[in-house]
């Protein structure tokens, strides 16, 4: 088991957050581990387990002590040597240019304004009730900014007739070649208009002509658009997850 203190969460979530990773030796342990997350050092936190699938009687287990089932979280890889574009629906014409943008603070913060609190409406935070609508868009806010000055991260923007319609955040591992895939989206009013696709094939393109040979990412069982896109991109599942959540009174 590992237990990170996500210190953070606080000023996102207003309360300390442990995140709580457990392997498939933990789970038959779980009695040893309520205790311990149980303790005063956990009051008044909240809680978030990621656990591996398929562990269904664990899973029932955390529900039983105070713990609920938010999502299952998939992580994805691809491989983009030989990469090209899978057949597109004839509908689909937005061409999109994707544009880096500068690595100076006020630059980024300009473009993470573009972001609304309904944006990401398939976050856990976004459909868990106990928390404001506003607070998923504000953690990806938060989140985004302090990386503006950590060398392997780049946020890119997608323009379609020079409008800004989504960006995407990676962080490259230059030495393995490897891009992790942190963090994309639309923006609100550009949703639902065909241009998740252009965007994923624009994405790849450029990190193939940048020397990245595997992408990486973890998506939510409740984006399902997203989901779609991955399989039609040949992304393959590399490791599933159970997310729970519980808020220690």
Sequence with gaps: MKIIDAYWEKRNLGLDAYEICLDNDDVKKLDEIIKIVSS?????????IKMPVPNIEALHYLEDNGFSFMEIQ???????????????????????????????????????????DNMFHSD???????????????????????????PESHLFAYYHQDIPVGFGLIKINEKNKIADILLEGIFEQYQGQGFGYRMVDCALKKYQNLGIEKVETARSSNNLPMLNLDYLFAFKIKKLEYVLRKFNN
């Design 74 to 116: 998939f992580h994805m890889v691809k491989s983009l040597k030989n990469y090209t574009l899978p057949v597109a629906e004839p509908h689909l014409k937005h061409f999109l240019e994707q544009r880096e943008i500068k690595k100076y603070e006020e630059d980024w913060k300009a473009f993470v304004d573009l972001m609304t």
């Design 40 to 48: 005063d050092k956990y009051n008044k936190a909240y809680l978030v």
């Design 124 to 150: 856990r935070i976004y459909l868990d009730p106990k928390w404001a609508k506003g607070t998923s868009c504000k953690r990806y806010k938060n989140w985004i900014m302090d990386l503006v000055n950590n």
